[in-house]
């Protein structure tokens, strides 16, 4: 079946704007996580889904950042007036069950945010 | 805070040779440990999970899991070019949490 998507898969915004990023996990995962990844670095945690329930959200930067999963399916992460630092990819992951130890998480393409 | 150390390299391998590649956590909770690989511009692929101590073999990949030192390994037999990557090392405390990554260890295959 089909992995996780994400759109757009590049933006670029110029400092102060808002900018939305989509997440389409894989259909029937309960399990949704955003990270951000700089460049050189690993990925790091940003927040956690389960089904609508955002149960984790202790990784978001600061409170311009802002996720939602209404329905338990598409994700969208918000970042609200975009500063230099926000430039990075986003990434988004899934995974089948809800607070399984180990639950292999899958991975999209990311979006890669520049902020001039 | 939960840190996951990793030498950033590049670690430069001969094409055939085994590449071992190497990764320590803080946290003695820690249930659950993942190699990833990713190539540039690409997103995370998994390649490898381990949850308890002692070794995992899939194919040329190994995992190796020493609780007691907090040490997880990955060795790549065979090494072929296309192994050329970075590999992240990821953990997680017990239920669905977020991966705690490493910075990551580029490796580099050398034809």
């Known amino acids: 079946g089909a992995g996780v998507s994400q759109s757009p898969r590049y933006k670029v915004a110029k400092r102060g704007q808002d900018v939305a990023l989509r997440c389409d996990p894989i259909s029937g995962h309960v399990s949704l996580f955003w990270y951000q990844q700089a460049l050189g670095q690993g990925p790091e945690f940003l927040t956690y889904?389960?089904?609508?329930?955002?149960?984790?959200k202790s990784g978001l930067p600061s409170d311009r950042f802002f996720a939602e999963r209404p329905e338990g399916s598409v994700s969208t992460l918000k970042i609200q007036r975009t500063q230099q630092e926000d430039s990075a990819v986003y990434l988004c992951?899934?995974?089948?069950?809800?607070?399984?130890?180990?639950?292999?998480?899958?991975f999209g393409p990311g979006t890669r945010l520049t902020v001039l | 805070q939960k840190e996951v150390e990793q030498n950033s390299g590049p670690l430069s391998v001969p094409e055939g040779a085994i590449a071992s590649l190497n990764c320590t956590y803080s946290?003695?909770?820690?249930?659950?440990f993942f190699w990833y690989r990713q190539y540039s511009g690409k997103s995370p692929e998994l390649i490898m999970s381990i949850y308890s101590n002692g070794d995992k073999e899939d194919g040329r990949f190994t995992a190796q899991l020493n609780k007691a030192s907090q040490y997880v390994s990955l060795l790549i037999r065979d090494s072929q070019p296309s192994d050329s990557a970075t590999y992240l090392c990821a953990v997680s405390g017990g239920g669905a949490d977020g991966l705690t990554f490493g910075k990551g260890t580029h490796l580099i295959i050398q034809p």
């Open positions: 992951a899934s995974s089948l069950q809800g607070r399984t130890r180990g639950d292999t998480q899958y």
């Open positions: 946290d003695r909770v820690s249930q659950s």
């Open positions: 889904f389960q089904n609508e329930a955002q149960l984790d």
